[in-house]
C-alpha cells in the first residue's frame, strides 16, 4: 500500500503491486498481438491496450463500492443477466457460428462473459443468507444448483460450451467452499458419465469433434486436429528461450490459426519459450494468490465466498486456456485472460479485480493489505 501524504487516500489504498503485476501481463499481451500482426499495432494491440486502460479505470471505480453496496446489487444483476441471456437467445448477434452478442449500439454486449463472476457473487450471495444451520440439508442444493443451471443451458444454447463450463465451474466451486458435504461433490462426479451420455447427442457436431480431436489428436492432424498439432509444434519450437521477438514463424506463416485469440499462449511460447511461458504463469500466480489472500482476510462469510470464487475464475481461466492448446483438454474456447485479443475476457478480469480491491479496502481497518 502505498502511503504518501500527497497521495490521494483513494489512490493510496489500491494494491498497486497487483494492478502493476496485471498492467505487466497485458503489456506482454500487446507485445505478443504486436508480433502475430507482423510488427504493427493493428489490427489487434492498438484496441486491446484502448479497452484494458478504460476497464482498468472502471476497475478502479468498482473498488470504491462498499460490501454492502455489491450485496444489494446481486440479486438484480442476476435477474437482469438472465434476462439479456434470454434476449440473446432471441435478437442477438451472429458471429463465428454462435448467438453470443447484444447489439446495444454503442458497444456490442456479450452478457454470458459477464455471468463468469456474476454467478460467483449470486451462489455467495445466497449462502451468505442461508442460516448456518441449513449448510447440510436439500434447500442448500437445489436453489444453488438452478441459479447455476438456468444460465449455464441459456448460454450453451447459443452454444458456447467454454463459458458455460466456466459458470458451473464457477458455482460449483462457490458450493464447496460453502461447506456442502463431500459426498454430495463425489456423487455429482460419478453422475457425469449418464449426464455427459444425454449432453453428447444434444452437442452440435463440431463440439463433439473438438472431443474426438482431444481423444486421439493425430486422427486427423491436417483437418480438425490442425489447431492441436500446430500449437504443439509452436510451443515445442521455442524451446527454453524462444526464437526471438518477431521471429515466429508459426504465426507469421498463418501455420497457427487463432494465433491472436485461443491459441495465443502457443504464439508467445515459440518467440519468448519456456522461460516467456512461467514469467506469464508466475505473474497470474501472483494475482491469484492475492486473491485468496483477500478471502483469507475478509471478516464476513460473502467476502469471503466472493473473493475465494472470484480468485479461482481467474484460475479456471488460465488454466483451461494453458490445457487446451496444450493438447490436455477439448478446444472450448476459453481465452487466456489479458494476453489473447478480445475485450470480453479483459472486461471479465478486471470486474473481477475491481470487486476484490472493493472487498479488499473492507478488511483495512484491522488488517494489512498484500500490495
Not at 502493476?20 to 493493428?42: E, N, R
Not at 447440510?136 to 449455464?152: K, M, Q, S, T, Y
Not at 463459458?163 to 456423487?187: D, Q, Y
Not at 449426464?195 to 489428436?217: C, E, K, T
Amino acid at each position: 500500500m502505498i502511503r504518501n501524504s500527497l497521495v490521494p487516500a483513494p489512490l493510496a489504498q489500491l494494491p498497486w503491486l497487483i494492478i502493476l503485476t496485471i498492467v505487466g501481463i497485458t503489456g506482454f499481451g500487446l507485445a505478443v498481438l504486436y508480433s502475430a500482426a507482423g510488427g504493427s499495432l493493428q489490427p489487434w494491440a492498438l484496441g486491446q491496450g484502448l479497452r484494458f486502460f478504460a476497464f482498468l479505470a472502471g476497475a478502479v471505480a468498482l473498488s470504491r463500492l462498499k460490501e454492502a453496496q455489491i450485496k444489494a446489487a446481486v440479486v438484480p444483476a442476476y435477474v437482469i443477466l438472465v434476462v439479456a441471456l434470454v434476449f440473446t437467445e432471441l435478437i442477438g448477434k451472429v458471429a463465428g457460428g454462435g448467438q453470443r452478442w447484444l447489439n446495444l449500439g454503442i458497444i456490442r454486449l456479450q452478457p454470458s462473459e459477464l455471468m463468469k463472476p456474476l454467478i460467483v457473487l449470486t451462489l455467495a450471495r445466497f449462502y451468505d443468507m442461508l442460516p448456518a444451520g441449513e449448510i447440510r440439508r436439500w434447500n442448500a442444493i437445489w436453489p444453488a444448483l438452478a441459479l447455476i443451471g438456468v444460465p449455464a443451458a441459456l448460454i450453451l444454447v447459443q452454444p458456447d460450451l467454454g463459458t458455460a463450463t466456466m459458470v458451473v465451474a464457477g458455482g460449483i466451486t462457490v458450493m464447496f467452499l460453502a461447506g456442502l458435504p463431500l459426498r454430495l461433490f463425489i456423487g455429482g462426479a460419478l453422475s457425469v458419465l449418464p449426464i455427459g451420455a444425454g449432453a453428447w447427442s444434444m452437442m452440435h457436431a463440431y463440439q463433439r469433434n473438438r472431443v474426438l480431436i482431444f481423444l486421439d489428436p493425430e486422427s486427423d492432424p491436417l483437418g480438425k486436429g490442425y489447431h492441436i498439432s500446430q500449437s504443439k509444434i509452436a510451443i515445442g519450437s521455442g524451446g527454453l528461450f524462444g526464437k526471438g521477438f518477431l521471429q515466429g514463424t508459426q504465426s507469421h506463416l498463418d501455420y497457427l490459426p487463432e494465433g491472436h485469440t485461443d491459441f495465443v499462449f502457443a504464439t508467445m511460447a515459440e518467440e519468448w519459450g519456456l522461460v516467456g511461458g512461467v514469467l506469464l504463469i508466475c505473474a497470474f500466480l501472483i494475482v491469484i494468490w492475492w486473491g485468496l489472500g483477500v478471502a483469507m482476510r475478509a471478516e464476513t462469510r460473502f467476502g469471503k465466498l466472493a473473493a475465494a470464487g472470484l480468485s479461482t475464475t481467474i484460475f479456471f481461466y488460465v488454466a483451461v486456456n494453458l490445457m487446451m492448446v496444450m493438447g490436455l483438454a477439448p478446444v472450448v474456447g476459453i481465452p487466456l485472460p489479458l494476453v489473447s485479443y478480445g475485450g470480453s475476457a479483459v472486461m471479465t478480469v478486471l470486474i473481477i479485480l475491481g470487486l476484490l480491491m472493493a472487498i479488499d479496502r473492507g478488511q483495512r481497518g484491522s488488517h494489512t493489505s498484500f500490495g
